[in-house]
Nanobody, 123 residues
Framework: QVQLVESGGGLVQAGDSLRLSCAASGRTFSSYVMGWFRQAPGKEREFVAGISWSGSRTYYADSVKGRFTISRDNARNTLYLQMSSLKPEDTAVYYC????????????????WGQGTQVTVSS
């Protein structure tokens, strides 16, 4: 089992950048595929970005490709999401999640979830 705690959310203006962090504790962080998801008010939770165990492979939703970068530091047990050129439509609660399937964008293939951090982008 792994425990996940997100941080770094906040209120920013359109065009700004923000970096989210997800601190992991418990079982070996490096044994998990990691992902970021988000959920806007009244909408379903959606995939944002994912990364393989070593960090050698990353994959993104089309809506964030070229603007967001996922990375991980296995020595620090931490996952990151660097977000740039933020848009109002990026406003959501952002969740990190741990799973076992590389390349998966499906919620059900991620077993452990954090509590989320709010990102609000004003126009």
């Amino acid at each position: 089992q792994v425990q996940l705690v997100e941080s770094g959310g906040g209120l920013v203006q359109a065009g700004d950048s923000l970096r989210l962090s997800c601190a992991a504790s418990g079982r070996t962080f490096s044994s998990y595929v990691m992902g970021w998801f988000r959920q806007a008010p009244g909408k379903e939770r959606e995939f944002v970005a994912g990364i393989s165990w070593s960090g050698s492979r990353t994959y993104y939703a089309d809506s964030v490709k070229g603007r967001f970068t996922i990375s991980r530091d296995n020595a620090r047990n931490t996952l990151y999401l660097q977000m740039s050129s933020l848009k109002p439509e990026d406003t959501a609660v952002y969740y990190c999640a741990a799973g076992a399937v590389v390349g998966s964008m499906r919620l059900r293939e991620y077993t452990y979830w954090g509590q989320g951090t709010q990102v609000t982008v004003s126009s």
